[in-house]
C-alpha cells in the first residue's frame, strides 16, 4: 500500500513539475491522491471530503519555493493542515482533586484493561501519584483478575468486588476506599460495550453521573475503520469525555480514525499506545500522527531538512555563479558540507517518493565524500578558486596529499567538469532538490 | 455442525438483528441516494462509492465494484436505479463466492487424530471468546471437544478461557501463565491424541502483525504440534474485528504469511456497520469467512453463510 502511494505520487509530482504557481489543473491528480491515501488510512469519507477540499483552497495560489517542486509543497501544506486539525491547543490532563477520578470507557477489546494500568503506572512513575485501580468490568470472563495481575506486576492496589454484579456501586465504594486509605488518583476500568446497547451506555452514564470524574478518557483502537467517527460520536453524546487514548500503534496501521474522530467530536488525543509493555504510554504528536496518516512523512522531513539546510541569499548566489560558469571547488566543497548535514545518504535518498525502493537494497557509503573532501582539501586556494590551473605537477602533490593517486585526482576533476556543465544547465529551473540529488549520486560512480 | 440448509429460523432472526445497524445505516443509504432518481448516473455511482467506502469495502473493491456496474449500465442502457439493487447484490454474492467454495463452519472428518483449530489474531480481536462459543457449537453437534490455553502471555488470559471451559464444561489444558505457549500446545494434543477427542482448539496470544518475533512464535507453535500429529493445526483461524478498517487486509496478509491461515471469523458484527468489510476481506484475500460474531451470548457465532448474509443486508429493501 504504501510503495504503491508512493509511486503514486511521484506520477503526480512529474506532471506538477515545472510549474512556479499551484494552479487548479496542477493540484487536481495531487487531490485525488491524497484523498486516496486519506482513505487507505481509514479517515472517515466526509471528513477526507471536506479536507481535500479545504485544502485545495489553501493550496491554490501559493507560489512554489525556489527548492520545492510543487507536488512537494502540496505535500507539506497537507502535512501541516493535517497536524493543525488534530493539534490545536495542548490538552491539559486534570488530575486535581480529593481523590482525581479517571473512567475508561470504550469498546470491546479496544484496551480499556491494559491501558488503566498503563495509565497508573505513568501516574506512578511520572507523576508522584499514588493511583489506586478500580474492576468494574463484570461482565469479561476473568477481566477482573487480568487487572490483578497487572496491579500486582506493577506494585499498584486493585479494588474489586467479586460478588458485586453492579458495577456503579463498585465505582461507589472505591471512592470511598481511596478516601480512607489515603489514594489520590482512582482509575476506573469498565467493561467494553457497543455505542447501540443502550442498557451498557446508561450504565457507564450512571457511573459518570455518580463518581464525577476530572477525565473521562474514551479508549480507541488505532485500527479501526469507518464506524470509528459513529461510536466517538456516540460516547460522547452519552459521555461528554475530556480525551481519547489511541491504543495499538505499534503496529502498522495509519491511525485515520485518529483524525475522523478528532473532527468529529473535537475531544483531543491525550495519549498513546505503543506496546505490550507497562511504560508503552506515551503523550500524543500532532504532527507525527499527520506523518503517518499521509504515509509520506519522509518526503515532510526531507523538505524541511532542505529548509533547514538552505539558505536562500547563498542559493541565490550560487546560482548566479553556476550561470556565470564560475562555480568552483569551494562551493562543490560547501554543497557537499550541507549534504552531509542533512543526514545520511542513504536516508535522504530513501526519502524521495521512488527513491526509496531503488535504494533499499543499495548499500551507500556515509563515508563515500572523504576520499573527495580529501582531495580538494588538498588544493591551494587558487587550485579551488580556478580549477583549470591544475597542471601534471600539482595533481601529483594533490594525490600525495590527500593519501590518493592522480587517476583518482583526474576523476573528481572530471566529475567536477561535468557536475558544472550539469548544474549550468539545471540553473535554468533553479531546482535544488534535483541537483542535489545528482550529487548525492556522485559518489557512487567512483 | 450447522452446514448448508440447516440456518434455523431462529439463528437466521439473530443475525437480522446482528445486522441492523448494517443494514440501516449502509444499503437502507441506497435507497435514499436514488429518491427521484430514474437512471443510474455518475451522481448515483457516486453516492455508492459513498455507501461502500464508508461500509469498510475498502478503495479497491469499492473502485471494482463500481466498475463493474458501470459496465453493465453502459452495456444495457436503460437501467434503472430500481434494478441497482439487483445488480449491487450479485455483484457482491459475486465477490464472495470467489473466496468462499463453500457456505458453513469447518467441516470435521471422522477420523482417529482429533482435529485441530488454531485459532490467531491481533489484540483484542475476540480470540478467547470465539474459541468459548466455538466449543460450545462443537459440543453441541456431539463433538468432544479439549481447549488449550497457549496465550500465556496476556494477563488472566488462562483463566478468561478457563471460565469458557466451564461454561461450555469441556476440558481445558493449561501450564498457568508465562509457560511456554508451543509447550502447551504440545500437551494439549498429546493429551487429546491419547483420549480420541475430536476438536481441539488452541488458543494463541494476540499479537500485533508487524512484531517478527512474536509471530515466529506461530510458527513454532505450528512446528511442535505437528510432532504429535503430522498435519497439525488442520485450520487455521484468523479471527477479525469487523469494525477495524483497511489494516484488516495487512493483518490477514501478514498472519497467512507465516501460519497459512485456513479461514476467517469475522467478530462483534452486531456493533458495527460495516458489514462491508467482509466484501472487501473476500474480494482481496480469497480465504473464505467461515464464521461471524453477532453477540456476546454463548449462542452468538454463527457459520457464515453468504447468501444469508447479503439477503440480510439487503433486507429492506427487498
Known amino acids: 500500500m504504501f510503495d504503491n502511494l508512493q509511486d503514486k505520487l511521484e506520477r503526480s509530482f512529474k506532471v506538477l513539475k515545472g510549474h512556479g504557481q499551484i494552479t487548479e489543473i496542477n493540484v487536481a491528480e495531487t487531490m485525488k491522491e491524497v484523498r486516496r491515501s486519506l482513505l487507505d488510512a481509514d479517515v472517515n469519507f466526509k471528513i477526507a471530503k471536506q479536507f481535500t477540499e479545504s485544502l485545495k483552497e489553501k493550496a491554490l495560489g501559493q507560489d512554489v519555493l525556489n527548492s520545492l517542486s510543487p507536488g512537494q509543497l502540496l505535500v507539506k501544506i497537507t502535512h501541516d493542515e493535517l497536524a493543525e486539525l488534530m493539534g490545536g491547543e495542548k490538552a491539559d490532563f486534570n488530575i486535581q482533586g480529593n481523590p482525581a477520578t479517571i473512567l475508561m470507557a470504550g469498546l470491546q477489546g479496544s484496551g480499556k484493561t491494559t491501558h488503566s494500568a498503563k495509565l497508573a503506572n505513568f501516574l506512578k512513575n511520572k507523576k508522584g501519584k499514588n493511583p489506586l485501580l478500580v474492576a468494574c468490568d463484570v461482565y469479561r470472563p476473568a477481566a477482573i483478575d487480568q487487572l490483578h495481575v497487572l496491579g500486582e506486576q506493577l506494585g499498584i492496589e486493585v479494588y474489586s468486588e467479586r460478588e458485586n454484579k453492579n458495577p456503579v456501586e463498585i465505582a461507589k465504594n472505591s471512592i470511598a476506599h481511596a478516601r480512607s486509605n489515603g489514594f489520590n488518583v482512582v482509575i476506573v476500568d469498565t467493561a467494553g460495550r457497543l455505542a447501540i446497547d443502550k442498557d451498557m451506555m446508561d450504565e457507564i452514564a450512571n457511573i459518570k453521573k455518580t463518581i464525577s470524574p476530572q477525565e473521562t478518557l474514551f479508549v480507541v483502537d488505532s485500527m479501526t475503520g469507518q464506524d470509528a467517527v459513529n461510536t466517538a460520536k456516540e460516547f460522547n453524546e452519552r459521555l461528554d469525555f475530556e480525551g481519547v487514548i489511541l491504543t495499538k500503534l505499534d503496529g502498522d496501521t495509519r491511525g485515520g480514525a485518529a483524525l475522523s474522530i478528532k473532527a468529529v467530536v473535537q475531544k483531543p488525543i491525550k495519549f498513546i499506545g505503543t506496546g505490550e509493555k507497562m511504560e508503552a504510554l506515551d503523550e500524543f504528536y500532532p504532527s507525527r500522527m499527520a506523518d503517518r496518516i499521509l504515509g509520506m512523512g519522509d518526503v515532510v522531513s526531507l523538505v524541511e531538512r532542505a529548509q533547514e539546510q538552505f539558505d536562500e541569499k547563498e542559493a541565490r548566489k550560487l546560482q548566479k555563479k553556476i550561470a556565470k560558469d564560475q562555480f568552483n571547488f569551494n562551493d562543490f566543497l560547501s554543497q557537499i558540507q550541507q549534504i552531509k548535514k542533512m543526514g545520511s545518504i542513504k536516508d535522504l535518498a530513501g526519502m524521495i517518493p521512488g527513491m526509496g525502493k531503488a535504494m533499499k537494497n543499495v548499500d551507500i557509503d556515509d563515508d563515500a565524500f572523504k576520499g573527495i573532501e580529501a582531495i580538494i582539501h588538498s588544493m591551494t586556494p587558487d587550485e579551488r578558486e580556478s580549477p583549470h590551473i591544475i597542471n601534471g605537477s600539482r595533481k601529483k602533490r594533490i594525490a600525495k596529499g590527500s593519501g590518493t593517486d592522480v587517476q583518482e585526482v583526474n576523476r573528481l576533476i572530471k566529475q567536477f567538469g561535468e557536475t558544472r556543465k550539469m548544474m549550468k544547465l539545471m540553473s535554468n529551473k533553479g531546482n535544488m532538490m534535483k541537483m542535489m540529488s545528482q550529487m548525492g549520486g556522485m559518489p557512487k560512480m567512483r | ?318
Do not use: C
Not at chain 2, 63 to 89: A, G, H, M, P, W
Not at chain 2, 260 to 287: F, P, R, W
Not at chain 2, 303 to 315: G, I, T
Open chain 2, 1 to 318: 455442525m450447522a452446514f448448508f440448509g440447516l440456518f434455523s429460523k431462529e439463528k437466521k432472526e439473530r443475525l437480522d438483528q446482528g445486522l441492523e445497524k448494517s443494514r440501516q445505516s449502509v444499503f437502507s443509504k441506497i435507497s435514499r441516494a436514488l429518491v427521484g432518481k430514474s437512471k443510474v448516473d455518475d451522481e448515483v455511482l457516486d453516492e455508492l462509492e459513498e455507501i461502500l467506502i464508508t461500509s469498510d469495502v475498502g478503495v479497491d473493491t469499492t473502485l471494482r465494484i463500481i466498475e463493474r456496474i458501470e459496465q453493465r449500465v453502459s452495456k444495457d442502457k436503460y437501467t434503472s436505479t430500481s434494478e441497482l439493487n439487483k445488480v449491487l447484490r450479485e455483484e457482491i454474492v459475486a465477490l464472495l463466492e470467489e473466496s468462499n467454495t463453500e457456505d458453513g463452519g469447518f467441516n470435521i472428518p471422522d477420523s482417529p487424530d482429533p482435529y485441530v483449530i488454531m485459532v490467531v489474531g491481533v489484540n483484542g480481536v475476540g480470540k478467547t471468546t470465539t474459541i468459548g462459543k466455538l466449543a460450545h457449537q462443537f459440543k453441541q453437534a456431539g463433538k468432544s471437544v479439549v481447549l488449550g490455553a497457549s496465550d500465556t502471555f496476556r494477563a488472566a488470559a488462562v483463566d478468561q478461557l478457563k471460565i469458557w471451559s466451564e461454561r461450555v464444561g469441556v476440558p481445558i489444558v493449561t501450564q498457568g501463565m508465562g509457560a511456554d505457549p508451543a509447550s502447551v500446545a504440545f500437551d494439549t494434543l498429546a493429551s487429546s491424541k491419547a483420549k480420541g477427542t475430536d476438536v481441539v482448539i488452541i488458543d494463541t496470544a494476540g499479537r500485533l502483525h508487524n512484531k517478527v518475533n512474536l509471530m515466529n512464535e506461530l510458527e513454532k507453535i505450528r512446528n511442535v504440534m505437528q510432532k504429535v500429529i503430522p498435519n497439525a493445526p488442520h485450520e487455521v483461524l484468523l479471527v477479525l474485528d469487523a469494525s477495524t478498517g483497511q489494516n484488516a487486509m495487512e493483518q490477514a496478509k501478514q498472519f497467512t504469511k507465516v501460519t497459512e491461515v485456513t479461514a476467517m471469523a469475522l467478530t462483534k458484527l452486531d456493533g458495527t456497520a460495516k458489514g462491508g468489510v467482509v466484501i472487501g476481506i473476500s474480494d482481496q484475500l480469497k480465504i473464505p469467512v467461515k464464521y461471524i460474531g453477532v453477540g456476546e451470548q454463548i449462542n452468538d457465532l454463527q457459520a457464515f453463510n453468504r447468501s444469508e448474509f447479503v439477503d440480510s443486508l439487503f433486507k429492506d429493501q427487498d
